[in-house]
């Protein structure tokens, strides 16, 4: 056993710091700011929802759940249950369209050309500014927009359809596409690594194409998925712009609670509301990771793709 | 005794269950009805990403760009776009960030990403390093807006803007740096400072060339990601404006700045779509050629 095995082994403090030093100066002056500037940030966040506020001022002294109570009386729930449920329909949705489409793109794809072409399309939306590309749906979907015009000038409609602007559909419509690449790419960056040769011994071991998809390349592709909804219902939980200009009022989000608050500076309820935000996300990927685990344990499946 | 019956038990299901499914997915594969199906889903969902930018484009010719038909046409949106200077300082403060944050994110990703992998016990900051990206936008947004400016008491401004963009843009940085370092064989360093080379020079001549793919990827989501924040820089503003602050206020309140929006963002477009696209194509089809 060479020496930095036993400093490896050592446990405690004393342990951390050799860690933390083993390689330089940089992984520890990284975290120190990285501590100042995310965690420290997170926690007098969740700090500031036990607090109170007496005259525009954050009130310091005997700390509360009084905000976390106020919350329930003044029905912010109603915005939780509906961010929720969009939440779970587009990712649902998102999963049930990526995971066929990263398959064909990875093992069905043919040509490299194709192949890189929808990876660069799928990859430009990340850096496209969001307000732009939203705000040009009301000219589309409203009610004297491109849709309602020609249908109306068609004779296929007599009253244009409101129901397409400033509603639900249209909040789930505008997210639809913006969040579909974050689905897309764990999976199919998973599904590639699957070498070929696993499912053409399936299929050679008499197994059909669903038992090939279901027994070998589900659990294989388990962690890509579970990456994709992460991924995907991270931005979701919190989305602002989208409802904000494409559900005109109508269709409150935790987002938009959180935006509101702050902008009325009140300060304990906004930290309430992101606090929730993010208990309820760990909640969702504790219950994620749980699920998947029953279908063979998560590390396995990532020691063997490390190959 | 269990271990015994339990497989067999078991396989029997699988028999069972297998002859049924079995059935079902070869009438499903062969009608290759699905296949078409996964392929269109996903390219109607692509489609639809790309068509508010067409749009886009196509409507600021229009005189009203946010009614029905693109007509009557007209050059009237790029004319007050021309006049209009609110837009400038913006556009500029947003170059001059997002060259800031892609330098830092070069830089710091780089000394921390060929550090981490020669940690003992590299999970815990790796951890630490990627938390922003399980944080929602939104949330982040309110953390620093909190921490700064309530609890510090501190004046917002370009700089608290700054932290909110290397705490998005950062962990993305990282990531490019350690898939390069990885492959990295440390060996190479060895073998030149046995042969007497010094650390500067066994990093620029070595390791850095081998690693430039990875640090150059990094400048740029680093500038990319800067330059489209959005929702973190909403709360750490202070009386700042950015160009996605800019567009979004336009496009939220001010409905008669609308027409203004439409021209800028095609022309941003019309810059930044060709040198992304070409881009991203040649690094995906080389990615693709030598895996």
Same mark, same amino acid.
């Given at each position: 056993?060479?020496? =930095? &095995? !036993?400093?490896?082994?050592?446990?405690?403090?004393? #342990?951390?710091?050799? @860690?933390?030093?083993?390689?330089?100066?940089?992984? %520890?002056?990284?975290?120190?700011?990285?501590?100042?500037?995310?965690?420290?940030?997170?926690?007098?966040?969740?700090?500031?929802?036990?607090?109170?506020?007496?005259?525009?001022?954050?009130?310091?002294?005997?700390?509360?759940?009084?905000?976390?109570?106020?919350?329930?009386?003044?029905?912010?729930?109603?915005?939780?249950?509906?961010?929720?449920?969009?939440?779970?329909?587009?990712? !649902?949705?998102?999963?049930?369209?990526?995971?066929?489409?990263?398959?064909?793109?990875?093992? #069905?794809?043919?040509?490299?050309?194709?192949?890189?072409?929808?990876?660069?399309?799928?990859?430009?939306?990340?850096?496209?500014?969001?307000?732009?590309?939203?705000?040009?749906?009301?000219?589309?979907?409203?009610?004297?927009?491109?849709? @309602?015009?020609?249908?109306?000038?068609?004779?296929?409609?007599?009253?244009?359809?409101?129901?397409?602007?400033?509603?639900?559909?249209? =909040?789930?419509?505008?997210?639809?596409?913006?969040?579909?690449?974050?689905?897309?790419?764990?999976?199919?960056?998973?599904?590639?690594?699957?070498?070929?040769?696993?499912?053409?011994?399936?299929? &050679?071991?008499?197994?059909?194409? #669903?038992?090939?998809?279901?027994?070998?390349?589900?659990?294989?592709?388990?962690? #890509? $998925?579970?990456?994709?909804?992460?991924?995907?219902?991270?931005?979701?939980?919190?989305?602002?712009?989208?409802?904000?200009?494409?559900?005109?009022?109508?269709?409150?989000?935790?987002?938009?609670?959180?935006?509101?608050?702050?902008?009325?500076?009140?300060?304990?309820?906004?930290?309430?509301?992101?606090?929730?935000?993010?208990?309820?996300?760990?909640?969702?990927?504790?219950?994620?990771?749980?699920?998947?685990?029953?279908?063979?344990?998560?590390?396995?499946?990532?020691?063997?793709?490390?190959? | 005794?269990?271990?015994?019956?339990?497989?067999?038990?078991?396989?029997?299901?699988?028999?069972?269950?297998?002859?049924?499914?079995?059935? *079902?997915?070869?009438? !499903?594969?062969?009608?290759?009805?699905?296949?078409?199906?996964?392929?269109?889903?996903?390219?109607?969902?692509?489609?639809?990403?790309?068509?508010?930018?067409?749009?886009?484009?196509?409507?600021? *010719?229009?005189?009203?760009?946010?009614?029905?038909?693109?007509?009557?046409?007209?050059? /009237?949106?790029?004319?007050?776009?021309?006049? /209009?200077?609110?837009?400038?300082?913006?556009?500029?403060?947003?170059? $001059?960030?997002?060259?800031?944050?892609?330098?830092?994110?070069?830089?710091?990703?780089?000394?921390?990403?060929?550090?981490?992998?020669?940690?003992?016990?590299?999970?815990?900051?790796?951890?630490?390093?990627?938390? %922003?990206?399980?944080? %929602?936008?939104?949330?982040?947004?309110?953390?620093?807006?909190?921490?700064?400016?309530?609890?510090?008491?501190?004046?917002?401004?370009?700089?608290?803007?700054?932290?909110?963009?290397?705490?998005?843009?950062?962990?993305?940085?990282?990531?490019?740096?350690?898939?390069?370092?990885?492959?990295?064989?440390?060996?190479?360093?060895?073998?030149?400072?046995?042969?007497?080379?010094?650390?500067?020079?066994?990093?620029?001549?070595?390791?850095?060339?081998?690693?430039?793919?990875?640090?150059?990827?990094?400048?740029?989501?680093?500038?990319?990601?800067?330059?489209?924040?959005?929702?973190?820089?909403?709360?750490?503003?202070?009386?700042?404006?950015?160009?996605?602050?800019?567009?979004?206020?336009?496009?939220?309140?001010?409905?008669?700045?609308?027409?203004?929006?439409?021209?800028?963002?095609?022309?941003?477009?019309?810059?930044?779509? %060709?040198?992304?696209?070409?881009?991203?194509?040649?690094?995906?089809?080389?990615? &693709?050629?030598?895996?």
């Amino acid at each position: 056993m060479s020496s =930095v &095995d !036993v400093i490896a082994e050592s446990r405690g403090v004393k #342990g951390w710091y050799t @860690n933390m030093m083993s390689a330089g100066w940089a992984v %520890p002056a990284f975290v120190i700011v990285w501590l100042c500037i995310v965690i420290v940030p997170l926690l007098i966040m969740v700090y500031f929802s036990f607090l109170d506020m007496k005259n525009y001022q954050v009130y310091y002294e005997d700390p509360s759940f009084k905000t976390w109570w106020t919350m329930i009386d003044t029905g912010r729930w109603v915005a939780v249950v509906r961010t929720l449920r969009i939440t779970a329909t587009l990712t !649902v949705i998102q999963l049930l369209i990526a995971f066929p489409f990263a398959l064909w793109l990875a093992k #069905g794809c043919q040509s490299k050309g194709v192949k890189a072409s929808l990876i660069t399309l799928l990859t430009i939306p990340f850096f496209l500014d969001a307000s732009s590309r939203i705000i040009v749906w009301r000219p589309i979907l409203g009610t004297n927009g491109i849709i @309602n015009t020609v249908l109306m000038d068609l004779g296929v409609i007599t009253q244009p359809m409101e129901w397409m602007l400033f509603s639900e559909f249209a =909040v789930h419509f505008g997210m639809l596409a913006p969040y579909f690449p974050t689905m897309v790419f764990p999976i199919f960056l998973v599904l590639t690594l699957i070498d070929d040769e696993y499912i053409q011994a399936s299929s &050679d071991l008499g197994a059909s194409p #669903g038992q090939t998809l279901l027994h070998v390349i589900l659990p294989l592709a388990l962690p #890509g $998925i579970v990456a994709g909804i992460v991924f995907t219902m991270v931005p979701l939980m919190a989305a602002f712009v989208e409802p904000g200009m494409l559900g005109g009022g109508f269709v409150n989000l935790l987002g938009d609670s959180i935006e509101a608050a702050l902008r009325n500076l009140k300060y304990p309820t906004a930290a309430a509301l992101s606090t929730l935000v993010m208990i309820l996300l760990a909640v969702l990927l504790v219950l994620l990771v749980i699920s998947s685990r029953r279908r063979g344990p998560l590390g396995e499946i990532f020691r063997t793709m490390k190959r | 005794m269990t271990d015994e019956v339990l497989p067999n038990i078991s396989a029997t299901i699988h028999e069972q269950m297998g002859r049924k499914s079995d059935l *079902f997915w070869r009438q !499903v594969v062969s009608s290759r009805g699905w296949v078409q199906l996964a392929k269109w889903l996903g390219l109607l969902l692509i489609i639809l990403t790309y068509i508010p930018l067409v749009w886009l484009a196509l409507m600021s *010719f229009s005189e009203r760009p946010l009614s029905g038909l693109p007509y009557p046409l007209t050059l /009237d949106n790029y004319v007050s776009l021309a006049g /209009d200077k609110a837009w400038r300082l913006p556009l500029v403060e947003s170059v $001059i960030l997002g060259l800031i944050v892609g330098l830092v994110c070069m830089m710091v990703a780089t000394a921390v990403g060929r550090a981490v992998p020669r940690m003992h016990r590299p999970g815990g900051v790796l951890l630490l390093a990627l938390t %922003p990206l399980f944080v %929602p936008a939104l949330t982040m947004g309110a953390a620093l807006f909190i921490f700064l400016r309530e609890y510090l008491d501190l004046r917002l401004g370009m700089w608290s803007i700054f932290i909110g963009h290397i705490v998005w843009a950062l962990p993305f940085a990282l990531l490019l740096v350690l898939v390069v370092v990885t492959r990295f064989d440390i060996r190479l360093l060895e073998a030149a400072a046995d042969l007497g080379a010094s650390r500067w020079r066994r990093f620029w001549d070595i390791e850095f060339p081998i690693l430039r793919p990875g640090i150059i990827g990094a400048g740029l989501f680093g500038f990319l990601l800067s330059f489209n924040e959005l929702l973190r820089s909403i709360f750490v503003r202070g009386s700042e404006t950015t160009m996605p602050i800019y567009n979004w206020t336009m496009a939220a309140s001010h409905q008669s700045q609308v027409p203004i929006i439409f021209s800028l963002a095609t022309v941003i477009l019309a810059v930044t779509l %060709p040198l992304m696209g070409g881009f991203f194509w040649l690094l995906f089809a080389r990615l &693709d050629r030598t895996s």
